[in-house]
């Protein structure tokens, strides 16, 4: 089964500051990770995914992140905050051994403050 | 790219109602759905895992009977929350695993049904 911790359920930044959210994953098998945000009442949008192909990946929005296997991490970052980005961040892992159904984290709460 | 409708997107509705929650792939064929539940301010969980033509794959902890999932053919999925109560009050969201939509298709979501259970 594959997992994922997210570090802090709420990070506050001011605007314009770096945005760093973290992500660490559980699996025994290559994992799939996703970044998914929701805004209030709405549903999920992908921000990025790594699929196994390039370590760094760039997302919508101007987020990216890295995936480091010897860490586990999958943490994402935006180099400088916008008031938009408040909205709940949630990190997720699948694989092939469990249908690719996603299994989430908790989510972090992203407040932007001016 | 490949689109998924979920409906409908909010219900408010008595205690001992049963609600059906729809979810259409649009422009591609689904042989499996996963329905996923959001308590309020909390994550995702998966419920079950519908197959077109089989039975549905619940997760442990969720109520076979409370929660009727069928996949009946490779563009409609429906999950049924039968007898609602408030405790089912929640936010019910569907998606199509990767590769549903074409090769290199991520797992596209619907946008969502709110459940309010008076």
């Known amino acids: 089964a594959q997992s994922v911790t997210q570090l802090g359920s709420h990070v506050s930044v001011s605007e314009g500051a770096l945005v760093l959210l973290r992500c660490n994953y559980s699996?025994?098998?290559?994992?799939?990770l996703f970044w998914y945000v929701q805004y209030p009442n709405q549903g999920l949008q992908l921000l990025l995914k790594?699929?196994?192909?390039?370590?760094l990946v760039k997302g919508i929005n101007g987020f990216e992140a890295e995936f480091k296997k010897s860490e586990t991490s999958f943490h994402l970052t935006k180099p400088s905050a916008h008031m938009s980005d408040a909205a709940e961040y949630f990190c997720?892992?699948?694989?092939?051994?469990?249908?690719?159904?996603?299994?989430f984290g908790k989510g972090t709460s992203l407040l932007v403050t001016p | 790219g490949a689109v998924v409708s979920q409906h409908p997107s909010w219900v408010i509705c008595k205690s001992g109602t049963s609600v059906k929650i729809e979810c259409r792939s649009l422009?591609?064929?689904?042989?499996?759905m996963f329905w996923y539940r959001q308590f309020p301010k909390q994550s995702l969980m998966l419920m079950a895992t519908?197959?077109?033509?089989?039975?549905?794959?619940?997760e442990q902890g969720v109520e076979k009977d409370k929660f009727l999932i069928n996949h009946a053919s490779l563009t409609l999925s429906t999950l049924t929350v039968t007898s609602a109560h408030p405790e089912d009050s929640s936010f019910y969201i569907c998606?199509?695993?990767?590769?549903?939509?074409?090769?290199?298709?991520?797992?596209?979501f619907g946008d969502g049904t709110r459940l309010s259970i008076l």
């Open positions: 997720a892992v699948s694989a092939r051994n469990s249908g690719y159904a996603l299994n």
């Open positions: 699996s025994s098998v290559p994992p799939y």
């Open positions: 519908s197959n077109e033509g089989s039975k549905a794959t619940y």
């Open positions: 422009d591609f064929q689904a042989t499996t």
């Open positions: 998606s199509a695993p990767p590769g549903a939509g074409g090769r290199n298709q991520p797992q596209h």
């Open positions: 790594y699929t196994s192909a390039a370590t």
